[in-house]
């Protein structure tokens, strides 16, 4: 590539970080150890991953972006990155509300010791940036719902995401564990997945995004389908995979187009 084509590239990667960390960015940069220690990687990290990847926003927005890479680094427990990045999401328009509902998502899809390490790193982002306000407890109606209104509200969910009324038919969960399909249906979709704090469609981008940088290609399967179902495009789907494979890896990525190639033959 020539050299004045790089400088462009690099100069676009510059403007884009600038859009996402805001004056964040030269503090950032003046303690990177990839701008101390290995030039290159710098510059490669601008020019590639800013300038070519994150610059996509007609593909996928800045802020969605952010969201994914934000799920990435909780998915594999990089705090020191992922304080960066909530910073980022905090610039970008996330509220400190929505950044707690992504990290209760993912402690059932990442795990508690993931959320709960994420949730020690956001609180030294909120307390740097001035939000110490205690967040209210999400409630919903007046009453603690009982276990099978909860139940019933989780199969409702369920059916939402991939479109498809409930058969009736045992899945395996339900079969080898019904105790877990019944927390699975109460909690991780009649409790978790409804509350309005963060919407349904940006809780499809978080678990694709966990599924792929875990290598979830089961699961993956099925949310990618509930993804589409809920109004992301296969283009997007596709960006998703793209802005993980800097932060999860590429084999991870590269296996993830092979589901999404078999997700996308089966839908019209």
């Not at 490669?44 to 800013?50: D, G």
């Not at 719902?145 to 038919?169: C, F, H, K, T, W």
């Not at 978080?206 to 792929?212: A, E, N």
Request: aromatic letters at 8%; proline letters at 4%.
């Amino acid at each position: 590539m020539p050299v004045n084509q790089r400088a462009k590239g690099f100069q676009k990667g510059v403007d884009v970080r600038r859009k996402i960390f805001g004056a964040e960015m030269e503090k950032a940069a003046s303690v990177s150890p990839s701008a101390q220690m290995f030039p290159e990687m710098w510059q490669l990290s601008n020019e590639v991953m800013f300038g070519r990847v994150w610059g996509r926003s007609r593909e996928l927005s800045l802020k969605n972006r952010s969201l994914i890479v934000v799920t990435t680094q909780i998915a594999l427990g990089k705090t020191d990155e992922l304080r960066s990045h909530l910073l980022g999401a905090l610039h970008l328009g996330w509220t400190k509300e929505q950044v707690l509902e992504v990290i209760l998502h993912m402690a059932y899809y990442a795990g508690w010791p993931a959320a709960v390490g994420a949730l020690r790193a956001s609180k030294t982002v909120f307390d740097e940036k001035g939000l110490t306000q205690p967040v209210k407890p999400y409630v919903k109606g007046k009453r603690k719902r009982a276990a099978d209104v909860l139940y019933q509200r989780g199969i409702a969910m369920r059916e939402r995401l991939s479109g498809v009324p409930s058969s009736g038919n045992k899945s395996t969960i339900e079969e080898v564990h019904p105790d877990m399909w019944r927390l699975t249906m109460e909690v991780v979709f009649g409790q978790v997945w409804p509350r309005r704090r963060l919407p349904v469609k940006s809780r499809c981008l978080v678990t694709v995004s966990c599924l792929v940088t875990l290598g979830r290609w089961d699961e993956l399967r099925i949310h990618m389908r509930n993804a589409l179902n809920v109004g992301w495009t296969k283009q997007q789907v596709r960006e998703v995979i793209l802005q993980c494979a800097f932060y999860a890896g590429w084999p991870a990525a590269r296996h993830s187009l092979t589901v999404a190639k078999e997700v996308f033959a089966q839908v019209l």
